[in-house]
């Protein structure tokens, strides 16, 4: 496909294209695609209707008429089970639309299913998934990162153009990257949390996957703005980030971040970043080097908090309303206990009991506390960066894309996945994933990252890279 | 013996009375069918988030000023995590470290006339838990979910109170106050205001504090005194036998009037309270503070010290026509119906609210504010009696018949022809009759046995069905008896 999305829409609209085409395509895809795992629940009937309800009135439809999509499946859906990729919610049914699901309808948009993810968005190689590791279209013996693994391997594999996800501390883009797709996680507040099943409520931010910084912009606009059903979310404008998309990088100075390229890096991912900066500098980026020592502390702080609200939001999971519930209980303590036992995967379990210890009475000061200050000074950190440039870049990733089982009895070396990425969400800010060539055949990804709601401004300079470069053309074997 | 103190201080839930709850939108109504009042948020479907109700927030403002205390420009929403099958979230939403009131003061009267100072510690916005019926179904607890969610202030006093009677004169003020602020209905049974109690003694009052016990989920001002007064004498009873306090959570038996342990401290939960991230910090602008204070109420304490001062009303009648928003009132627009506060007839207005008006409520288990007697036609009645038309003793009939639906005083006087008889000529008869029926008394009198005197004016009044104007009356007697 080589137009973007919304010319696509516009083709529907003017009724050269039919939305059911579009959705019978994409399921066919889906179908071809299945060795992926990458979807937990394909929904044939509602996006043919949805797509015949477009077809009936195109005219009528909006900016996304008719463009096939999946979500991962941390959104809730109206009718349409929504997992968390836990058994603990294997058969929950929402009543009502998160508003990104209700946004993206309304602009015309198919929904085709849910895409896996790790479980309640915990992890960062979709391994955790009750129904199993999703794979990497590139290298199907590969991860395809997480936590939003099931969004971006359908979206690299062509089943859809675009997907949503969500971003606690790189779960959009780590898996953007280490599927060759872009991926763009909003500033925080930027995107309505309502309906969006909660991890780190304090981090979480959905976001959207695609093939483009085009495509993103078009899927960005339609979900951005303020929602009164979520009180973070922000009342400022929503900038034309289509409009943005042409302003290129001329003039912009580019911060690369020390830390970003640091010990664990691989030298392959961070020489290749180096080769995708250069092609902005091309353009008319300035490069400057720069340095936040405080991000050496994201991960530790993301990994007292992150945790902490885990272990409150995943409370409500206890068996008496909805969702699973272990069998004849003996009292109420044996319900509570064999439900979270029985529902939730190792790495909840995990992240709860950490989240739980770091509350403690005794330890609330030392851990949480503590963990506060320092998201406080990264933020700092990032603000007197931002003083002096207008865009933060290193690699999305410390390497390219793992094999399936290799970090999963290593749970500290798997939270190093996320190095690069979990700093950017304590400090609330926007960040985008960008394609910037392969190592051993595997995709790299680009990180830039703005001030807050400067989303406008990662999408130029993802447009930018995008015109001096084809890796975001490239597409994996046997998905062409 | 040492003299033992008792140190108590109190927790009050004040349920606000609010329309809809304080983050999800559903409505508040008392008593509807279960859970038929239960939004997303209340239910705590995944993905769901609270919104603050803005009107619940004014209400604690209101709070907060009224008792004088320190309203937090910023404040802060909480978690407070535990496991409960009626706590659908798994943890309720409180304020903690930043609640949004702090300090404050309340005057409570004891019985005995006497003024204590209750300082308060602070009052938090925070969310109802829903119920757990454990008697509907057999083998079976079931949930209601109707409550959860329904704004709560927690007022948190300092143990500043010392004896049983102080901790229930503490709670009836702080309850008058709230619902004069019209912020909470005030009803007791509905759960709509309840109170823990912390209790522990002292040997003296330079000693350092004794182990507390909390006593839980007291509903009624009876409660509070009877089970503190229980507390207090068990603990003495404890110590006195050389054995400790222990930390606890203890229930108030109200058919035994005792309390008893119900959990101890190893058993108490460690709640995890930490900053709710789903909701960033209250914060109040200084001119919406301003409109709260601009529009709060003369309060209770203030108007009970004017009508004493401006009224001259006594100690006992100030509190009686302040004590609560809809009497005050009562009494507010009966002497503005009379032509303003006068001292003279603000006692009378007083006594009719005291006497024959309380006692037909009581009768008729009616508020003050859907009296059939209203303030106008109390003020009528007032009127008739202050010319002279009536006597008080007439007055109270009339009363009666207004409140029966006959009309206003001066129609029931006409149509009941009860007017006074004023009239020298008729009113000597009816004496020279009595006279003339009764001369023994008449000779005691004319003796000197001047006593007998109001014996014959109850004789007349019967005669006259109390009709007999008593100037009039006195002066006949005296002249035919003299």
């Known amino acids: 496909m080589s137009i973007d999305i919304a010319a696509l829409a516009a083709r529907v609209r003017d009724g050269t294209v039919r939305a059911r085409d579009l959705a019978e395509e994409a399921l066919a895809r889906a179908e071809a695609a299945r060795s992926l795992n990458a979807l937990v629940t394909l929904d044939a009937d509602g996006a043919r209707g949805a797509a015949d309800a477009i077809d009936a009135a195109p005219a009528r439809a909006g900016a996304l008429a008719g463009i096939p999509l999946v979500h991962k499946d941390l959104f809730s859906t109206?009718?349409?089970?929504?997992?968390?990729?836990?058994r603990m919610l294997a058969d929950y049914v929402p009543p009502f639309d998160a508003t990104v699901v209700e946004r993206l309808a309304a602009a015309g948009a198919v929904t085709i299913g849910k895409a896996s993810l790790d479980e309640f968005a915990m992890g960062s190689s979709n391994e955790t998934a009750d129904t199993g590791p999703v794979r990497n279209p590139w290298d199907p013996t590969c991860v395809p990162g997480g936590s939003s693994g099931g969004?971006?391997?359908?979206?690299?594999?062509?089943?859809?153009?675009?997907?949503?996800?969500?971003?606690?501390?790189?779960?959009?883009?780590?898996?953007?990257?280490?599927?060759?797709?872009?991926?763009?996680?909003?500033?925080?507040g930027r995107v309505s949390r309502f309906g969006m099943i909660a991890f780190a409520s304090s981090l979480?931010?959905?976001?959207?996957?695609?093939?483009?910084?085009?495509?993103?912009?078009?899927?960005?606009?339609?979900?951005a703005g303020h929602d009164p059903r979520d009180p973070t979310s922000h009342p400022c404008p929503v900038d034309?980030?289509?409009?943005?998309?042409?302003?290129g990088v001329a003039g912009r100075r580019i911060g690369v971040v020390r830390e970003w390229f640091g010990d664990g890096v691989d030298p392959a991912v961070a020489a290749q970043v180096r080769v995708a900066l250069e092609r902005l500098e091309a353009a008319g980026a300035k490069l400057i080097d720069v340095a936040l020592p405080t991000l050496d502390h994201a991960i530790p702080a993301y990994y007292v908090i992150a945790p902490a609200e885990a272990s409150s939001n995943l409370a409500r999971y206890d068996g008496v309303r909805y969702g699973h519930r272990a069998a004849d209980p003996a009292d109420l303590a044996d319900l509570y206990t064999r439900t979270r036992a029985e529902g939730f995967g190792a790495e909840v379990k995990r992240r709860i009991l950490l989240g739980t210890f770091v509350l403690s009475s005794g330890y609330y000061d030392a851990y949480y506390r503590q963990a506060q200050r320092v998201r406080r000074l990264i933020a700092d950190d990032f603000a007197r960066a931002f003083a002096d440039v207008d865009l933060l870049a290193g690699p999305t990733a410390p390497t390219v894309a793992f094999r399936i089982g290799e970090k999963t009895s290593d749970p500290l070396a798997m939270y190093a996945a996320d190095v690069n990425t979990v700093a950017v969400n304590l400090a609330g800010l926007p960040a985008i994933?960008?394609?910037?060539?392969?190592?051993?055949?595997?995709?790299?990804?680009?990180q830039l990252a703005a001030p807050a709601f400067a989303e406008g401004r990662l999408l130029a300079a993802a447009a930018a890279l995008e015109q001096r470069s084809d890796w975001h053309r490239a597409r994996p074997e046997g998905f062409r | 013996m040492s003299a033992w103190q008792a140190v108590i201080g109190l927790e009050l839930h004040v349920q606000l009375a609010t329309r809809r709850k304080l983050f999800s939108g559903a409505a508040t109504a008392y008593g509807a069918e279960p859970n038929a009042q239960v939004g997303?948020?209340?239910?705590?479907?995944?993905?769901?988030?609270?919104?603050?109700?803005?009107?619940?927030?004014?209400?604690?403002?209101?709070?907060?000023?009224?008792?004088?205390?320190?309203?937090a420009r910023r404040s802060e929403f909480a978690r407070k995590n535990y496991f409960y099958p009626d706590l659908p979230k798994g943890y309720q939403i409180s304020q903690y470290e930043h609640p949004i009131v702090a300090?404050?003061?309340?005057?409570?009267?004891?019985?005995?006339?006497?003024?204590?100072?209750?300082?308060?510690?602070?009052?938090?916005?925070?969310?109802?838990?829903?119920?757990?019926?454990?008697d509907a179904f057999h083998g079976a607890t079931a949930i209601d979910l109707n409550r959860a969610g329904t704004p709560l202030i927690e007022v948190v006093t300092t143990p500043c109170l010392h004896s049983a009677a102080e901790a229930a004169a503490a709670m009836r003020a702080i309850h008058r106050l709230v619902t004069w602020l019209g912020i909470c209905d005030g009803n007791l049974q509905e759960g709509s205001f309840r109170c823990d109690a912390n209790v522990s003694v002292r040997p003296g009052p330079d000693a350092p504090l004794g182990t507390r016990c909390e006593i839980k989920n007291l509903n009624s001002f009876r409660f509070v005194e009877k089970a503190v007064e229980y507390e207090i004498e068990r603990q003495i009873r404890e110590l006195e036998a050389g054995r400790p306090i222990r930390q606890e959570t203890r229930l108030y038996d109200e058919t035994r009037h005792q309390t008893r342990a119900l959990r101890g401290k190893e058993e108490a939960h460690d709640y995890r309270y930490f900053p709710d991230p789903d909701l960033p910090p209250l914060v109040l602008?200084?001119?919406?503070?301003?409109?709260?204070?601009?529009?709060?109420p003369e309060l209770p304490d203030a108007r009970r010290d004017r009508y004493q001062r401006e009224l001259g009303l006594s100690d006992y009648d100030a509190d009686l026509v302040t004590a609560d928003r809809s009497t005050s009132e009562y009494f507010e627009a009966t002497l503005a119906a009379l032509g303003g506060p006068e001292p003279k007839r603000a006692k009378t207005v007083a006594n009719w609210i005291a006497g024959e008006l309380a006692a037909a409520l009581n009768a008729a288990q009616r508020p003050i504010a859907e009296s059939p007697v209203g303030p106008e036609a109390l003020a009528g009645l007032i009127r008739e009696i202050e010319a002279g038309r009536i006597s008080q003793k007439v007055g109270k009939d009339v009363f009666a018949a207004i409140w029966a639906g006959e009309g206003d005083a001066a129609t029931i006087i006409a149509a009941r022809g009860l007017s006074v008889i004023r009239d020298d000529a008729a009113l000597a008869a009816q004496v020279d009759a009595i006279l003339a029926a009764n001369p023994k008394p008449v000779a005691q009198y004319r003796a000197g046995d001047t006593r007998v005197l109001g014996w014959f004016v109850g004789q007349v009044m019967r005669a006259t069905r109390g009709q007999a104007d008593p100037a009039t009356l006195d002066r006949l007697l005296r002249e035919r008896l003299g």
């Not at chain 1, 979480?204 to 979900?223: E, F, T």
């Not at chain 1, 034309?240 to 302003?247: Q, T």
Request: net charge negative; charged share 20%; hydrophobic share 50%.
């Open chain 1, 78 to 86: 109206r009718g349409l089970r929504t997992t968390a990729s836990s």
């Open chain 1, 151 to 188: 969004s971006a391997a359908l979206v690299a594999a062509g089943v859809v153009p675009v997907a949503t996800g969500t971003d606690t501390g790189g779960s959009v883009r780590q898996p953007a990257a280490f599927c060759g797709i872009t991926g763009l996680k909003p500033t925080y």
């Open chain 1, 204 to 223: 979480d931010q959905a976001g959207v996957l695609a093939r483009s910084a085009a495509d993103c912009a078009h899927a960005l606009a339609a979900i």
């Open chain 1, 240 to 247: 034309d980030y289509v409009a943005a998309l042409g302003d």
């Open chain 1, 433 to 446: 994933s960008v394609p910037a060539g392969f190592v051993d055949g595997l995709p790299v990804g680009l």
């Open chain 2, 40 to 71: 997303l948020v209340d239910a705590a479907l995944p993905g769901t988030l609270p919104v603050p109700n803005a009107e619940a927030v004014r209400m604690a403002v209101r709070f907060g000023l009224a008792v004088g205390g320190r309203v």
């Open chain 2, 103 to 134: 300090g404050g003061e309340v005057r409570a009267r004891l019985d005995d006339g006497r003024d204590v100072r209750v300082a308060l510690v602070r009052a938090h916005l925070e969310e109802d838990a829903g119920k757990s019926l454990h």
């Open chain 2, 285 to 296: 602008a200084e001119a919406e503070i301003d409109a709260i204070a601009a529009a709060l």
